[in-house]
């Protein structure tokens, strides 16, 4: 199985700060990575989708890059409603796999 | 469109654990459909999909007790996982993968349904 490793695993950061987290995954993966938004309680949200590609209606201070084992998910602008829990993706190869989380908080 | 995961909130040990992913406003003769879940302060895991076709998928940790289908005359899709342990307590999911392109992503969950393994 692909392990995927993101960090931090949990971060705080002010409103307007810029925010990343990075996502490792064990092997190549070429783009074959997404993230998710999850916040408590409510379904779990598609943002980039192929490392870099925003999802329709997404607002564009969400931003994907990277490939092959290293993968960076950036808010340009954090805002209050972005807390919630972040997760990369990989669908490289089955079984599919998401990384541990990360937890993001205002400061 | 939108999905909604139904079934008992409490399985008791060695049970099966059955659940239904019901989806309105469109059609489930189309995509792949996953369940995925999120045990207690963990993160998430997939569980597996099945194709419209019939055709499924599953994760080799689970692969010996869960089985995936479809009712496609009811517009759902079910999950079965035999010989549930309190490590299967988790909210259980059910996401939509629509393939464009060939990318497998998840543009649509439920909201998600808590089951609890205790006797």
């Known amino acids: 199985d692909i392990q995927m490793t993101q960090s931090p695993s949990s971060l705080s950061a002010s409103v307007g700060d810029r925010v990343t987290i990075t996502c490792q995954a064990s092997?190549?993966?070429?783009?074959?990575l997404n993230w998710y938004q999850h916040k408590p309680g409510k379904a779990p949200q598609l943002l980039i989708y192929d490392a870099s590609n925003l999802e329709a209606g997404v607002p564009s201070r969400f931003s994907g890059s990277g490939s092959g084992t290293d993968f960076t998910f950036t808010i340009s602008s954090l805002q209050t409603e972005d807390i919630a829990t972040y997760y990369c993706?990989?669908?490289?190869?089955?079984?599919?796999?998401f990384g541990q989380g990360t937890k993001l908080e205002i400061k | 469109v939108q999905l909604l995961e139904s079934g008992p909130g409490l399985v008791k040990p060695s049970e099966t654990l059955s659940l239904t992913c019901t989806v309105s406003g469109g059609s489930i003769r189309t995509y792949y459909w996953s369940w995925i879940r999120q045990p207690p302060g963990k993160g998430l895991e997939w569980i597996g999909d099945i194709y419209y076709t019939g055709s499924t998928n599953y994760n080799p940790s689970l692969m010996s007790r869960v089985t995936i289908s479809l009712a496609t005359s009811k517009n759902q899709l079910s999950l079965n996982l035999s010989s549930v342990t309190a490590a299967d307590t988790a909210v259980y999911y059910c996401?939509?993968?629509?393939?464009?392109?060939?990318?497998?992503?998840?543009?649509?969950w439920g909201q998600g349904t808590v089951v609890t393994v205790s006797s």
């Open positions: 993706q990989q669908y490289d190869i089955l079984p599919y796999s």
């Open positions: 996401a939509r993968d629509p393939n464009y392109g060939g990318t497998h992503a998840f543009d649509l």
């Open positions: 092997q190549d993966i070429s783009n074959y």
